[in-house]
């Protein structure tokens, strides 16, 4: 038996890969594009290590092209939930007694395989099934998928040195045990990356999950799957459940044997699981562990000393990468009237220049939103500010669903710094902005503190250095990720652990030592080496 103590040290992250044409991974990548595209696959329910198939199906389609199919897959009825329950709870055993350095060994595996092997399998699925361009999926699907993996093998190790103090006459230690029961990992269809870490990140704690994917990244999240049964993450461990939410959260939740909720998505569902968890408390064997990362109503503040074409540039990529459909996409934004003239004619100007379009093309910075249904959501907030007078449209506006799900990045200028799209999460191509007179500086930032009930990100621009961290003081609870001088988006693991609170979430900070803690309900061992053999204190003797 191998008994050392082991530590892994702290990873450099995944390099993120050029693509320029005629390189070796674009031909891989250009070559698995084509292969997913003309071979529609079936992706069934995995529990218990097995292929699940069920009697309900549903389609899964590009939204650039939304009647080209991808794949069927299979539902998931209250039968088939209550399975995967079963089978984590089966799995658990062996998995949380397992030395912990083979379950890292297995996460190490993981990320080796997602870096060479499936890269071009992850970022083909990425780029079909959820319209991200290459770098997009890129930085998502195969970068920040591997740098969760092998960062909480890494901090996992500095959880588990950490140890009480003993004394001459006793030893004590920690031991850090698995919540006892299922976790139920549920995952949002925009990020690639956190399906697995809603996943992962439990189970290197020695936990065992019931996953429901998100029904708009099935493609990418069922190579997913595959690959972390291919590194050896034994059958049981993960069981994948597409289907309705509502039937699989509602078995879930109902279940004696649920431990805790490893979730993002939107602030509703979130508010809507806890609510049901609430209501079944009595039935858990311990206090379920809930954390969600949710919405965000992310912005840019402007100060007057700032450069207006930094400003102007990382405000379009900030707002219009990936569609805005990032939880960290800036989509207000507050702009001194002194800066205003300059930063407006190279914002305008860029957003016209932007083309969009299938993702096969790589000149292509923006693609589709995600399905009909947001597309409507999100055009109607386009319509609302058409017909206000509190708002123009100064670029974009247009979209077209005919094809697939296109919007064009669309900028609103408001009078009204509560305007329904300067306090609403959109998730859309949207950003609104408000113009403040100079002298209003003060005001203006409560106003962006006090506008959203969110608090995910935000970013201040600022030559003056005291200004901005001023600033920086003055929002502190406004955003979990703050930004000087950089948009407000594209938070990278060991670096800027990620989340925020108010609406936003629990804030446990993903990607770090503070998550996977939550994952543990460590048990404290005091071994004494001389009992104690007379019931009366000392001093009582001397009477
Ligand atoms: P969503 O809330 O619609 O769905 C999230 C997941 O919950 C999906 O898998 C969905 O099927 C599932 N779900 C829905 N109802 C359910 C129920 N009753 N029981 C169980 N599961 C249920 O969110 P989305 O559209 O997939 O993602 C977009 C949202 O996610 C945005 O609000 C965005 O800001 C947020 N997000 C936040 C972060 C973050 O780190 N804070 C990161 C990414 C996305």
């Known amino acids: 038996m191998n008994n050392a103590i082991y530590n892994f040290p702290m990873p450099s992250n995944e390099p993120v890969l050029e693509y320029l044409k005629g390189s070796k991974e674009r031909i891989l990548l250009d070559e698995e594009l084509k292969r997913q595209a003309e071979n529609p696959i079936e992706i069934p329910l995995i529990i218990g290590g097995k292929e699940v198939r069920t009697a309900n199906t549903g389609t899964v389609t590009m939204p650039h092209n939304h009647k080209h199919v991808l794949a069927t897959y299979y539902k998931a009825t209250e039968k088939e939930v209550q399975m995967a329950i079963d089978a984590a709870k089966s799995a658990h055993r062996i998995w949380s007694d397992l030395t912990w350095t083979i379950r890292a060994s297995i996460m190490l595996k993981a990320a080796e395989l997602i870096s060479t092997k499936y890269r071009h399998v992850m970022n083909a699925a990425t780029m079909l099934g959820q319209s991200k361009n290459i770098y997009q999926s890129e930085i998502d699907a195969v970068c920040e998928t591997i740098d969760f993996l092998k960062y909480n093998v890494s901090f996992a190790g500095k959880i588990y040195e950490s140890q009480p103090k003993s004394d001459f006459n006793q030893l004590n230690r920690m031991e850090y045990r698995a919540l006892e029961g299922v976790v139920f990992a549920v995952s949002p269809f925009n990020f690639t990356s956190i399906a697995s870490n809603l996943n992962m990140a439990p189970v290197m704690m020695g936990n065992t999950t019931v996953w429901k994917p998100a029904t708009t990244a099935l493609l990418s999240n069922y190579y997913l799957m595959k690959i972390f049964m291919e590194a050896g993450v034994p059958a049981g461990v993960i069981n994948f459940i597409p289907g309705q939410g509502s039937v ?10 649920f431990a805790g909720l490893h979730f993002t998505g939107s602030n509703n569902t979130f508010n809507n699981l806890w609510g049901q968890v609430s209501q079944n408390l009595n039935k858990y064997k311990s206090y379920p562990r809930l954390i969600g990362e949710t919405g965000g109503k992310d912005f840019i503040f402007v100060h007057p000393s700032a450069d207006a074409k930094e400003t102007a540039v990382n405000a379009i990529r900030g707002a219009f990468e990936y569609q805005g459909q990032k939880c960290s996409a800036a989509s207000r934004m507050y702009v001194p009237d002194s800066l205003w003239p300059q930063i407006r004619e190279m914002m305008t100007e860029m957003a016209l220049d932007i083309k969009m379009g299938d993702v096969m093309d790589p000149s292509n910075f923006m693609n589709a939103v995600i399905d009909e249904k947001a597309f409507d959501n ?3 907030y386009i319509d609302y500010a058409k017909a206000s007078s509190e708002a123009t449209i100064i670029a974009g506006g247009d979209y077209d669903k005919s094809v697939g799900y296109f919007i064009r990045p669309t900028i ?10 300067m306090e609403e999460e959109i998730f859309g191509p949207v950003l609104t902005i408000y113009v403040y007179q100079d002298k209003e500086l003060d005001a203006t930032l409560d106003l962006c503190d006090t506008t959203s009930p969110f608090g995910l990100t935000g970013a201040v621009f600022a030559r003056d250095r005291v200004a901005a961290s001023n600033i920086c003081q003055r929002l502190r609870y406004a955003a979990g990720n703050f930004y000087i001088n950089d948009k407000p988006t594209g938070a990278i693991v060991g670096m800027q652990p990620f989340g925020g609170s108010r609406a936003s979430g629990t804030n446990d900070k993903a990607g770090g030592e503070f998550n996977l803690v939550r994952w543990i309900s ?16 000392p001093y009582m003797k001397e009477q």
Not at 412 to 421: A, E, L, R, S
């Open 248 to 257: 699989i959260g509602g078995t879930m939740i109902n279940s004696a044997d």
């Open 378 to 380: 999100i055009t109607s």
């Open 412 to 421: 609103i200028q408001t009078t009204n710094p509560h305007f329904k799209t």
């Open 522 to 537: 460590p048990r404290t061992i005091k071994e004494t080496f001389v009992p104690v053999t007379d019931y009366k204190y």
